[in-house]
């Protein structure tokens, strides 16, 4: 346990690299070496003077790690100016320009070493940043942004290197604000815009020729026929306040779980829409083209104490505004709008049905105005998913237990906040960690088995953290019956894979990705281990329905590292038992190739089989290791 702590981090990484030091060595190296020496020398200070330590030098470049975002942003803008000065103060032969990039994120730690995301996301900002100039991740600028006096340029999603990042740029000298096409704007036209974040259902499906640089994209929706579908595109900060994004956020998801829960209803949420902002859709192709029935979209402004929510729903078979409001409210009345908005939308698309309120569903669980409001800035401070977002995570959290210490339901969020801190590598003792969210989300189960999360989550500590699979597996068929989201009914399928009942499991991660086709890259990962390991269970060699799937998934355009790798290497595998021995060595040659090749430890790291299933496990590696994998 104290092994695997010191393996991974999270951490702030600089990099840096001179400008068009390629091209300087080749006209004169022993002065290009020179110029070299003494800016690093500049570097080097200002790195160790900012309390952060350099782990790699290669060539031109310095990757270096700080503890603190600030001043890891500080150092690089003195940095900057330092070099600034000193180009004008010597010749023209002596002068040296460098590109700084900043990211947050997670690391590897080999030795004295970092590698991973974390460092190739910064690598990539390094090479996005102009001569002079620093680019930062978005993670890092949400941190420094309210800390610092420095004036920022948001350049949207850039694509770097088949890659695509949200980058800012710091504007040291604000005459050199600089304007570059965003592959997508987070900020679009209100109606044809926002509809671009609309939605591909799972059968999205990429064709990836091996041997071709030029994928062919063919984009399908897969629907419930049986039921009426609503989109709902995330609502609008219009505030001019990111602080308030918590709102539009709460707001959304509160509706799409609560109307989720009718039959007769086939909701398509969030981070489906979220996804898709790189697409230009239109309200005719969402009609024609993928088949969906309505949509809801809004805007929310906040004014001092007061909030207004402007609401829209498109019949779009009808081609017309059904039903629009806007609702002016206090906190103190934000779960009747919540009420009011769900029983408004229902009534406009089935007339007639049984009122559904979020008042009524969650009765067992309601809090206070003023505790709903701080959940809800404490669920975008976790999803953020840094030690910045934990910190406040848990400021709410206490403020929280103070004003309703007797809530038991916020047990929940407690167990929740260790889960954080295991997952970010903060805890001292992950044992201990994983124990105390265990048995705070038993009381939450005890008081309340019909809320499917708390159960979800102690099924998930049981199965991964505390060795009972036997009492986790004994949960499956009561969180089937009480789960009704996308999210509860992926933590079932990795359960129901946990307990080695693959076709169920096959069956939730089906209708989970059906739900939330976008809800993350790394449930159509699951997915696709689930198959093989049936296949491998059964022993039989046909993957057909495997393979089709990891087809389906390859694509350049990718933004995670190392996705488009994991896919050729299942293949590899695949092709291996299915005797095609040469097609095998072509899918792992092509990885080899890539940025990111598959290791057996990077395997190991990836957390990609629980110890339930350390058959099919060591015949993937040893497969994999007969074909050429590295241990590292």
Known sequence: MSESKSERKVAVIFATDVV????????????????????????????????????????????????????AVICASEFQKTIKERNNSVGEEEQMQFRVGINFGDVVIEGENLYGEGVNVAARLEALAQPGGICLSRNVHEIVNKKTDFEFHDLGEQKVKNTVLHAIDVLIDPSHKRIIQPKSSSRMPFYAGIITVLLIGLGSIFYFNIKSQNS???????????????????????????????????ISSHIATTLSKIDKLFVLDKSTAEFLRTKNVTNTQLKEKYGIQFMLEGTIQV???????????????????????????????????????????????????????????????????????????????????TVEGYYEYERLLNLNRELEPNNIYLDMDEAWF??????????????????????????????????????????????????????????????????????????????????????????????ALKMSPHIGL??????AVTFLMKTFEEKNTDFSTAKAFIKSQINENFSEEGINEMWLIMLAYIATKEGEQNLALEYFGQQAKMENPISKQGIKKSNFVGKENEEFFQDYIETLMLLGMPEK
């Open 20 to 71: 068009g030091y390629s091209t300087m060595m080749e006209k004169n190296e022993d002065q290009t070496l020179k110029n070299l020496k003494s800016c690093r020398n500049i570097i080097e200070g200002l790195i160790k003077e900012y309390h952060g330590r350099i782990f790699n030098t290669a060539g031109d470049s310095v990757l270096a790690e700080f503890q603190s975002a600030v001043e």
């Open 216 to 250: 062919e994209i063919k984009e399908e929706i897969i629907l419930d026929s049986e039921k009426l579908s609503l989109l709902i595109v995330p609502f609008e900060n219009q505030s001019g306040n990111n602080d308030n994004h918590y709102i539009s956020s709460g």
């Open 303 to 385: 004014v001092e104490t007061k909030t207004r929510i402007n609401v829209l729903l498109t019949d779009l078979k009808k081609n017309k505004v059904i039903w629009s409001e806007i609702f002016d409210y206090r906190d103190q009345d934000i779960f009747e709008v919540q009420d009011s908005l769900s029983n408004s939308i229902l009534e406009n698309i089935i007339p007639g049905v049984l009122s559904l309120t979020v008042g009524d569903t969650h009765s067992k669980r309601k809090f206070l105005p003023e505790v709903h409001i701080n959940r809800l800035k404490g669920r975008v401070a976790f999803d953020s998913f």
């Open 418 to 511: 260790y889960m954080l801190r295991i997952w970010l590598g903060l805890s001292e003792n992950i044992e201990t960690d994983a124990n105390e969210a265990h048995r705070l989300t038993l009381n939450v189960v005890k008081k309340d088995p019909e809320y499917a999360y708390a159960s979800n989550l102690a099924a998930l500590l049981e199965s991964q953290y505390l060795g009972d699979l036997e009492t986790a597996c004994g949960r499956l068929e009561k969180l089937e019956q009480i789960s009704t989201d996308a999210s509860n009914i992926e933590m079932i399928a990795s359960r129901a894979r946990n307990c080695g009942e693959y076709k169920k499991s096959l069956k939730l991660y089906a209708k």
């Open 522 to 527: 790394w449930m159509n990962k699951a997915y």
